[in-house]
């Protein structure tokens, strides 16, 4: 087996137990109010339901829109990443952890839709008063996930203007 699927197999189910298990934690020990401070002034468990996106986007709207869209939305990007695993190359292996991040990621949040009706989130990041938006493990894998992404795209221009400058060398 291709050295990307084996990723994908290990990576996808470490991210949606590590996601679902902490989630569980945070329903069965922050539900409805028993906030846990784990670093005053800085760092809490507090359980939050979120029905929207990232920072709440689209929370306020309809369910008859805003569960399909989010379901069928999250279904095809990860129907859309796991094709784009499919042609990824030996060399690009910031993106063979990258993606499976990803698919972990949303399918942990899709899973919450589907049994929650919303996602779960308990992790809350401040500084006294001045609050990161609540987040969860899946999301925490997708922003490394997109920390990866960048890095690649960063890297891979940084290959390619390289090589550009040894052409240019060469011809000279």
Avoid: C
Avoid at 41 to 51: H, Q, S, V
């Amino acid at each position: 087996m291709n050295k990307k699927y084996k990723i994908l197999l290990i990576i996808v189910p470490i991210v949606l137990f590590l996601d679902q298990i902490t989630k569980y934690w945070a329903i069965k020990n922050l539900k409805p109010n028993n906030n846990i401070t784990v670093i005053k002034g800085y760092f809490n468990f507090i359980y939050r339901e979120n029905k929207g996106a990232a920072w709440s986007f689209l929370a306020d709207t309809h369910d008859s829109f805003r569960v399909p869209f989010f379901m069928i939305l999250t279904i095809g990007a990860i129907l859309l990443v796991l094709f784009m695993i499919t042609k990824l190359t030996d060399e690009q292996k910031l993106l063979q952890f990258a993606f499976p991040l990803i698919v972990g990621g949303a399918g942990g949040n899709l899973s919450d839709r589907f049994t929650n009706g919303a996602v779960v989130d308990f992790i809350d990041w401040h500084i006294g008063v001045h609050h990161w938006p609540t987040f969860n493990i899946a999301d925490v894998s997708l922003v490394i996930a997109m920390t990866l992404l960048g890095l690649e795209v960063i890297l891979s221009g940084i290959k390619e203007h390289k090589s550009k400058k040894m052409e240019q060398i060469n011809e000279d």
